[in-house]
């Protein structure tokens, strides 16, 4: 969870580095990031530097999960994918009458984003095949509310 509470303003050089490199370091461990607590500058910064590297998040707003930067089919798939909470490909496939290549396409897309998990399926009785799991806004950090505000003094020289 990368939270942007109490943040007014964030450059895009500062997002483009934390946000890079996190995605980078967590996508490789196999786990989620989800932003949350952004106001709509700081929202209106991330899409940008999404859409400079053709990127996707995922972000917690307003109890739920949805995604920043995400195309219109990504958005569709994931309102699917969140409908049936924990699911295989094909499963999703049949769902949205789509051909398993194109569902694979948008999952690992969506794995990418943050806004789904995937596991191998033990129970495949032949070849690899993933179970796949939309996180709750309660898996995103159990809905913490903001932490209270407190009154900076400006600092003379």
Known sequence: MLSFWGVDV???PFLDEVIRQLRAMLFDGGKLLVV???NEDVKESIEILLAKHKM???ALEQDQISLLGGSAHLNETLREAQELREFTA???AERLSM???AVH???NALAEAGAIARQDDPTAKRGKRGKYRVPTPAD???LAPPPTAKKVEPVTA
């Open 90 to 92: 094909p499963e999703l």
């Open 99 to 101: 051909k398993l290549p």
């Open 10 to 12: 964030a450059s895009l």
């Open 140 to 142: 995103a950090g159990n």
């Open 56 to 58: 996707t998040l995922a």
């Open 36 to 38: 949350t607590g952004f």
């Open 105 to 107: 396409a948008r999952l």
